[in-house]
């Protein structure tokens, strides 16, 4: 749940390619305590995978290339520094489906990735991370914590 009367931090960032991405997704994870939430909202193929390979990366995965979106899935669970669980709301429709699917049982335990956080129906403490696309590479990222 967010905590009252606390004003996000909210910080902008335009990436000029996949690679700027990644980076700024491994910079922000540098500082994770291990029970961090990210909900990444964003249309297809705006980055989020992309960022989310970047956190594992930072958080010591072994290979980042194994980081995919979980779309069919619905849940991947990779182990570094800390267990990362990487989730894709993309396929479910109702908030009932969600909510069915369990994955609120990881909050606590790792670091919880959320694609198509947009689908969310209820409010999380946890660092939304939008990606607005505005050039062929070019990425507007808003990181709100």
Known sequence: MKKPGRKPEVKE???QSEEETFRLAHELAE???GD???LLFGELGAGKTVFAKGIASSLGLEDHHHVCSPSFTLVNIYQA???IYHVDLYR???GAEIQD???EDY???GVVLVEWAEKLTFPLDAIHVRFEVIGENQRKITISA
């Open 31 to 33: 500082r994770f305590n």
């Open 81 to 83: 520094k800390f267990p």
């Open 107 to 109: 909050l606590g335990q």
């Open 92 to 94: 479910l429709g109702t």
């Open 13 to 15: 960032f335009v990436t």
């Open 36 to 38: 961090e939430v990210v």
């Open 101 to 103: 699917l369990g994955w």
